[in-house]
T-cell receptor, first 111, second 117 residues
Framework: SQQGEEDPQALSIQEGENATMNCSYK?????LQWYRQNSGRGLVHLIL?????REKHSGRLRVTLDTSKKSSSLLITASRAADTASYFC???????????FGKGTTLSVSS | DTEVTQTPKHLVMGMTNKKSLKCEQH?????MYWYKQKAKKPPELMFV???????INESVPSRFSPECPNSSLLNLHLHALQPEDSALYLC????????????????FGDGTRLSIL
């Protein structure tokens, strides 16, 4: 069963622009993770934010978490064509023992 | 290159065939996972192994049979599959099983693209 819902489902931007993707979830979580999937490949872990954290940075990535609104956002700054991929949020619920993935956002970055 | 290796990359099989998917990791991870992913959909968890024991089976049909021969290997045995089983099958591993006291990422292989004729 899906826990997260990403928004938007698809996003098209130009190189150099910022891309923001949002994720909402339903139940209390232990942590929230973001993954990237290039076409025909496996998922690559990008960043993990714990339930007691509000913001986290990794290179050009910035993730925020608002547990009161049960939502998270992923910001990719100065996007590149190589950022073209599907992005999934995934949660580990406090009661659960596995990752539950959202539907994903497909990002297209054109040069 | 990923640290989780899956073979074969592609597999075409008939509904009466028996085949196996293989997954290997040498990161010393003690939890391993099988996911099924249909086109333009998120991965769906099938099985979780923790310390070589099956800990989660997400009500997967018995035509899929997992096996964990040792801490580095995970197999998925396939028999009498249906056309709707055509999908990308992903293997993943993590240091320990996800849980309330665990905050760790999963490492994914590139998957086996399975087509059932």
């Amino acid at each position: 069963s899906q826990q997260g819902e990403e928004d938007p489902q698809a996003l098209s931007i130009q190189e150099g622009e910022n891309a923001t993707m949002n994720c909402s979830y339903k139940t209390s979580i232990n942590n929230l993770q973001w993954y990237r999937q290039n076409s025909g490949r496996g998922l690559v872990h990008l960043i993990l934010i714990r339930s007691n954290e509000r913001e986290k940075h990794s290179g050009r990535l910035r993730v925020t978490l608002d547990t009161s609104k049960k939502s998270s956002s992923l910001l990719i700054t100065a996007s590149r064509a190589a950022d073209t991929a599907s992005y999934f949020c995934a949660t580990v619920t406090q009661a659960g023992t596995a990752l539950i993935f959202g539907k994903g956002t497909t990002l297209s970055v054109s040069s | 290159d990923t640290e989780v290796t899956q073979t074969p990359k592609h597999l075409v099989m008939g509904m009466t065939n028996k085949k196996s998917l293989k997954c290997e990791q040498h990161m010393g991870h003690r939890a391993m996972y099988w996911y099924k992913q249909k086109a333009k959909k998120p991965p769906e968890l099938m099985f979780v192994y923790s310390y070589e024991k099956l800990s989660i089976n997400e009500s997967v049909p018995s035509r899929f049979s997992p096996e964990c021969p040792n801490s580095s290997l995970l197999n998925l045995h396939l028999h009498a599959l249906q056309p709707e089983d055509s999908a990308l099958y992903l293997c993943a591993s993590s240091q320990d099983r996800q849980g309330a006291n665990s905050n760790q990422p999963q490492h994914f292989g590139d998957g086996t693209r399975l087509s059932i004729l």
